[in-house]
């Protein structure tokens, strides 16, 4: 696998929101945007289990990530990514993490959703292992 440059290691780590594309049951593209967060070695994005998106990433093992540069469109990355894991432990704590960083407020769960939604019973992580890398 190419390596992921700096520069967008840092895009993947810090507020902003990429396209996340799944191969449908049908046959077709399921793109949805997410907020991408990267440790290194594994893209995690936090998602509801039983959605369309984790339901088809579950499936197909696969899906491809691609973000721009919101200072200069002309600079994206592209990740094909295989399905690494998906975890409910710690799904939560993931969730305010990047809900801190992309909306300026300490939680998901009380702040943006009420904090009885039951919707937190079905978080999870879903980690994917980039395999290719494409960049400008």
């Known amino acids: 696998m190419r390596a992921i440059p700096d520069f967008y290691q840092k895009r993947l780590c810090g507020p902003g929101t990429a396209t ?3 191969l449908a049951k049908d046959g077709s ?3 949805t945007l997410v907020w991408p967060d990267f440790d290194g070695t594994y893209l995690k994005l936090n998602m509801l289990a039983g959605s ?3 339901t088809n990433i579950r499936r197909e093992g696969r899906a491809t990530l691609l973000m721009a540069d919101p200072a200069d469109d002309n600079l994206y990355i592209s990740l094909r990514c295989r399905l690494h894991k998906i ?4 799904a939560i704590d993931h969730l305010n993490q990047i809900t801190q960083r992309n909306m300026g407020v300490a939680s998901w769960y009380g702040e943006v959703e009420s904090a009885d939604c039951p919707s937190q019973q079905r978080r999870v992580v879903v980690y ?7 960049h400008t």
């Not at 975890?87 to 710690?90: C, G, N, T």
């Not at 994917?128 to 494409?134: D, T």
Request: no cysteine; glycine share 0%.
């Open 20 to 22: 996340l594309s799944v």
């Open 29 to 31: 593209i399921q793109s």
């Open 52 to 54: 369309p998106k984790e």
């Open 87 to 90: 975890e409910r432990d710690h």
């Open 128 to 134: 994917l292992k980039p395999v290719h890398v494409y």
